[in-house]
């Protein structure tokens, strides 16, 4: 059976890009409209005059091609501009973009410099990437202390990816001491969001038998759920698990796997921790209304 998974997510791989901005260019995919070029050649001469809001948005059209050729450098200038301004997302954004290269070369200590800006703000995704960066040596020395310390953050704003690293950091020991227990907490959460890894994870650790009594039934539940959502090793610890129990036990696992679905992963687990989505009102995103 596959052993607790170690690695921790890369940088590179930040919530598939740049933070998106509420805006009105269009997105045609047809090329650019004498709309969309108006638009655009109005909010570059806000943005020209200092305009943070429009700065900011300048920068997501032209990252993400919103009614004008993607142009990463581009949204690199404009993000640069709305972040010495104080803008919390488009200090995320600018610390995503140099840590990716897109815009400019690859330079994990200006991407760290720029998350710490945005992290220190309470903004949990680059609390999340800050966590990632120590974790990794990216920019920073490799610090596992300093890692647990920006997940754990983040984890508690009910970031999925967090909750999940710092469970890993827990059941690995470091950085911090080594316990299962709160290594399973923090899978629960992630779990109770739908996140594949946390689900093989807990599987593991029902299988076996750390920080809990060893229970196949539990662990071939979250195989399942896991395998089902994409899990990479999931099918496998899965069947491997299917090996040591009755076909009783397999079905009560079904059952227990379907139920858990239709309740969206909530509650699925007895000793389950409630806790909090990214969109609680206990944390969260800064809202696009007010991300200075």
Not at 55 to 65: E, W
Not at 150 to 166: E, I, K, T, V
Not at 260 to 280: F, I, L, P
Request: hydrophobic content about 40%.
């Amino acid at each position: 059976m596959k052993q607790l998974l170690v690695c921790l997510f890369s940088v590179l791989a930040l919530y598939g890009g740049v933070v998106q901005a509420k805006v009105n260019a269009s997105v045609t995919g047809q090329g650019i409209t004498r709309d969309d070029q108006e638009a655009v050649m109005w909010r570059r001469l806000i943005a020209t005059r200092g305009d943070v809001r429009a700065q900011y948005n300048l920068g997501v059209i032209y990252a993400n091609g919103q009614g004008v050729p993607q142009d990463y450098y581009e949204a690199l200038k404009w993000f640069r501009l709305a972040a010495v301004q104080g803008n919390t997302l488009a200090q995320y954004n600018l610390g995503v973009m140099y840590a990716n290269g897109q815009g400019a070369s690859r330079n994990y200590p200006a991407a760290a410099q720029w998350l710490h800006l945005a992290a220190a703000k309470k903004y949990a995704r680059a609390q999340y990437s800050l966590g990632v960066m120590y974790s990794n040596g990216q920019g920073v020395p490799q610090d596992y202390q300093e890692a647990a310390k920006w997940y754990q953050l983040a984890a508690a704003q009910g970031n999925m990816r967090a909750q999940f690293n710092l469970g890993v950091l827990y059941a690995n020991g470091h950085g911090i001491s080594q316990d299962h227990q709160e290594a399973m907490k923090w899978y629960l959460l992630a779990a109770a969001q739908g996140y594949a890894d946390a689900q093989n994870n807990l599987g593991l650790l029902y299988a076996e038998g750390r920080g809990v009594a060893q229970d196949y039934v539990q662990a071939y539940m979250w195989f399942s759920l896991a395998a089902a959502r994409g899990g990479s090793e999931a099918q496998g610890n899965r069947d491997e698990a299917a090996t040591k129990m009755t076909p009783s036990q397999i079905a009560e696992a079904q059952r227990m796997a379907r139920d858990c679905k239709q309740r969206n992963y909530k509650n699925c687990d007895a000793g389950m921790v409630q806790g909090h989505g990214e969109d609680s009102a206990l944390g969260g995103l800064i809202p696009d209304r007010d991300n200075r």
